[in-house]
């Protein structure tokens, strides 16, 4: 019987089945955002990760999970972003068969991602098709894993296994957080990581940072209630367009996340920019929205330790030329 | 006394002095290295270093060095470069007064990136004044203690922190390296990493990686005498463009180092862009010489475990922009 919950155990359980395949993230000092905000701050560079992003702790945990009976037929997933190129690289780790389903007009890079990987590919007409009826028939044809891209316990915990890192990397640091920024979508992220982090320091406040016009999560934790975002696409943040906190996700984020804030499009490329002058990190937009945060100073964080999470850096090179121009003049 | 030639004890006594301090960069897996080179490659990403360099474990190694009594006198070092801005970053930890001696025509970036860290900027005429003769009698007038900028037991022996720390990381991961590219100018970051891994395994193959056309290392490496390359500038590798291995460095590098490879700019650019679209990080190109070494197959590393340290990432955006150049047409 697959468990319904997440919780610290599970994580744990994760981390060990994560290890050796997943990157020791970095936990970076970093004075440049000290000086614009006046706090003590941290980044976790996640972005670092193997295939880019966090989402390949969720996907190698969640594989690993899969019980050798039913590897054979392999796994199904719907994205044309980070979890399709983590959940690729799993496979291929696995030696396991992979099919992504993403719509013919997804970007070109993140097709080669999934590609070169070695998974196969099936697209889809965004207009006329639906990704998850193509996915859950390939599922029931193949007898395939279909595998969510955050609401379920193993993904969950697979991105939880961040929380128990930070806090070992800070404790040989003689370092113990105030506070925490972390960007918010689907919600995987910030549950796991809730759960990984209270587990250790109850008190410790966490925030979700969205992009503005997205921030569903900020406003279910203002009104208590699930919010909708009015639109799915539109924001140069590409990993963080979900339109409502998930089933499993949402009651542990309103359980453990204390408020959200939003920041522009021009806000988190401005700290695409900053990343790379700084920081010497690749980030995407979306990656980049909680760094964002600190530098626009969405939250007073003068005199705080605060945890940032960088959570990914697979950023077209059309679009990182745009967040160096403002430095070419 | 200060003792005079560095070894593994002091390497030690080095990464005690510099902890919480220095960043514990990480040790990535690159798997789409793996794919152009057939070996296991793990990447140092020593760009994500304090200041973005290495420099900066010799230069807080070296100042935690200095006696009190001295300490209010200040240092001086002559750098336009990453050893300048660690040097004043280390100064501004320690509250001690930092003078950088840099010709005039520096990078306003790197000037920059002194001056915001609070050290006094004292710039010179390349033409007609010596910057040795500067710096020496700011020494002799403040009673500065002069730092150089590798050719010392505490520099190098700061520097060598990063070879038990890649052991350390290795072993976590049950990995052991057959082979080790670094990048070499002056010397002495090879000379103590040299230090620091043969220390835990003598049979380990190091190679020196230079810029073409200043590649004293491998020249003298390959006589037996010391080198010399004929020019002192000209090459995109800024940071990598020393004439001829140092007094202390030297007898060092011919013990420990196997041989050295040269890389062209062209080469070395093209691993700034690898290293953004497959690393997710940011490499100026002298930093990304040992990469563009594997990359462009210097060396036969098929089927080795190969740990290469990507030393620095201290790149103009212009310099950016044009290894971007070629992904976005």
Redesign the interface.
């Known amino acids: 019987v697959t468990q319904t919950q997440p919780d610290f155990a599970m994580i744990e359980e994760a981390r060990s089945r994560i290890a050796?395949y997943a990157?020791?993230?970095?936990?970076?000092?970093a004075?440049a955002l000290d000086?614009a905000t006046g706090a003590r701050t941290f980044i976790k560079?996640e972005?670092?990760q193997?295939t880019?992003s966090f989402k390949f702790r969720g996907a190698m945990h969640f594989l690993s999970r899969i019980p050798e009976a039913e590897r054979p037929s392999g796994v199904v997933a719907y994205s044309s972003g980070n979890h399709a190129q983590a959940i690729a690289?799993a496979a291929r780790i696995l030696d396991m068969r992979a099919t992504i389903v993403a719509p013919s007009d997804a970007p070109v890079d993140k097709l080669r991602g999934v590609l070169?990987r070695g998974a196969r590919l099936v697209t889809y007409d965004r207009a006329t098709e639906s990704r998850e009826a193509i996915g859950i028939r390939i599922a029931n044809e193949e007898g395939a894993t279909l595998v969510p891209p955050f609401d379920h316990p193993w993904t969950i915990a697979g991105q939880g296994t961040i929380g128990p890192e930070c806090v070992e990397?800070a404790r040989?640091?003689?370092v113990r957080f105030d506070r925490v920024l972390c960007c918010a979508s689907g919600g995987g992220l910030i549950a796991g990581l809730s759960l990984g982090l209270h587990h250790y320091d109850p008190d410790l406040a966490i925030h979700a940072v969205e992009p503005a016009g997205f921030d569903d999560i900020a406003r279910s934790l203002a009104t208590g209630r699930k919010q909708r975002n009015p639109a799915a696409s539109g924001s140069l943040c590409d990993a963080l367009l979900t339109q409502t906190p998930g089933e499993l996700t949402w009651p542990i984020i309103q359980h453990h996340v204390q408020s959200g804030v939003a920041v522009t499009d021009g806000e988190a490329l401005s700290a695409v920019t900053f990343a790379?002058?700084h920081?010497?990190?690749?980030?995407e937009p979306g990656g980049a929205v909680a760094v964002a945060a600190a530098l626009f100073q969405k939250l007073d964080l003068r005199d705080q330790t605060v945890l940032i999470i960088a959570s990914g850096?697979?950023i077209s090179?059309?679009v990182?030329?745009r967040a160096?121009d403002p430095?070419?003049h």
């Open positions: 050796g990157n020791l993230t970095p936990l970076l000092r004075p000086r560079a972005n670092l193997r880019g690289e070169h990397q040989a640091m003689d790379f002058r920081l010497r990190l690749v980030l850096g697979n090179p059309q990182f030329a160096l430095l070419l």
